[in-house]
């Protein structure tokens, strides 16, 4: 056996599980069984391990034993295509959320994806956030032209569940995790515009307004969207305003 195909044969082994192939066990020295199911059974141990370091709240949550076997079934139904350890786990909040049966599972599932997005904000790039400061400068008429995109932290997120109060509450060590209920959804936005991720709701107008101006919308845009559906137009642009600054002020904001 080739090393190339001796590689992809371990690699399969790993991945798929089972008695090692014949031709394998024969290039391995005895007890090649043994030997590589040792290797085997430590990879999802690592995958495992790494799982409990990204979801703590989660791990928490479901406890020590049910939390080991979901991450076993989740090791099982999508294996790493990833280079490091730190990117396994961005589809966990997804994959519980396909196989959310009660309101338990559906917290769960938006408390990983939360976990994921405040973990995302903290490693991404520092970008070059706008404050209010930077548009200070701008004429008048140059206002309705601005565009903005998202600085690289920012993550936006809908929730159903008390999945944030479940965090914080794994956070604070309250011991007062809340029951498992659907509510109306809730907009959140989270951001690192230091050192420190933040995060907070958004009520729904704002975050309406606030994803159409990620996806290309120019602030006129926005302020003419906004006074169609308002009963005072000047009103409208003013809120607008108050927003943009709200935004800049929270580092959220790139400048086109």
């Known amino acids: 056996m080739r090393l190339a195909e001796l590689q992809d044969a371990v690699q399969r082994h790993v991945l798929d599980g089972g008695a090692p192939p014949a031709a394998l066990a024969a290039a391995v020295l005895p007890p090649a069984g043994e030997r590589l199911g040792i290797y085997a059974e430590a990879y999802r141990l690592r995958l495992a391990e ?24 989740f090791i099982a139904a999508t294996p790493s295509v990833h280079r490091s350890l730190r990117d396994y786990g961005a589809g966990l909040g997804a994959w519980l959320a396909a196989g959310a049966a009660d309101e338990e599972q ?7 994806e939360f976990e994921w997005r405040l973990a995302a904000a903290f490693d991404a790039a520092p970008g070059a956030a706008a404050g209010p400061a930077d548009l200070a400068t701008v004429a008048p008429q140059d206002w309705p032209a601005l565009r903005f995109r998202a600085v690289p932290s920012l993550q936006r997120l809908a929730t159903t569940t008390p999945a944030v109060a479940a965090w914080r509450a794994h956070r604070d060590a309250s011991g007062a995790s809340p029951a498992a ?76």
């Open 50 to 73: 790494a799982l409990a370091t990204q979801f703590p709240a989660l791990a928490a949550r479901a406890g020590s034993e049910p939390f080991a076997a979901l991450a076993r079934a």
């Open 106 to 112: 559906a917290l769960r599932a938006e408390l990983a």
């Open 181 to 256: 209920t659907r509510g109306a959804r809730v907009e959140w936005l989270i951001v690192r515009p230091a050192l420190e991720t933040q995060f907070r709701s958004l009520p729904g107008d704002e975050a309406g307004a606030l994803d159409r101006l990620l996806a290309g919308a120019s602030f006129g845009e926005l302020c003419a969207e906004l006074a169609a559906r308002a009963p005072d137009p000047g009103a409208a642009a003013l809120q607008a305003a108050l927003w943009l600054k709200g935004w800049l002020q929270e580092g959220a904001l790139e400048r086109v």
